[in-house]
C-alpha cells in the first residue's frame, strides 16, 4: 500500500524555466484557469480567491511579483527557502498544496460576484472530501465570508468543517493589502501550520 506521503513525492514534478510574461500576454490572460497543486493527505490546503492575470499568463499560483506567499512560506518554517512560482510543486513535499474559490483569471478579485463565490465554496467542498487535507486555509477574509456565509468571520481557525478539514482564515498575501505586513503574516501563517500539525480528533 502506498503512503501518502509516497504519492506526494510521486506527484512533484521538475519545475518550469521561470519568465516573464508580456504585457499583451497578461492583458490576454482573462478567463484562463491555473491548475491545482495538489494530492490526498495534505497537511494544509491552501484557497485563494481566484487568480490573477499574471498568474493566469504564466499558469502559475501567486506568481505576479511583489505577491508575499512564497516568502512568507519561507519566514514561517513552512518550506526552507522562498521557492518561485514556478516551483510550486515542491510545495507537495512538505504536505501543502493550492486551489481556488473561483477558477477564471480577473484583474481583480471584485470582478467575482458573490454567487460566483458561492458556487465555488460549494465546488470546493467537493474537492476537499475527495483530497483529505488536515486543514483548509483560505488567503482573504472577505472572500470566504461571502462564499460560506460567515460574514462576521475572523482570522484565524474557524467553527465549521469544509468537506470534513479543519478550516483556518488567513490574510490576503497580496503587497496590496497593507493592512498586513510580512511579520504579522509570518505569525499567523506559522501559528496555522503548528495547528495543523495536529491529526483531527476521532
Known sequence: MTSPGASRRAAVRPAERPWRPSKAQ????????????????????????????????????????????????????ITDRVLSPFEEHELLR???????LVERATATADAIAPDELRRGGRRLRIRVARWRPRMVAFLGLGSYRVAFARPMATVGPQPDSIGGARAWLLPNPSGLNAHYQPPALTELFRAMWDAAAVPPQG
Open 26 to 77: 497578461v492583458a490576454a490572460a482573462e478567463g484562463r484557469t491555473v491548475p491545482d497543486v495538489a494530492s490526498p493527505g495534505l497537511r494544509v490546503l491552501f484557497v485563494g480567491i481566484n487568480p490573477g492575470l499574471y498568474s493566469g499568463a504564466v499558469g502559475h499560483h501567486f506568481a505576479r511579483p511583489g505577491n508575499r506567499f512564497w516568502k512568507v512560506l519561507a519566514s514561517a518554517g
Open 94 to 100: 512538505v504536505g501543502a498544496g493550492i486551489t481556488n
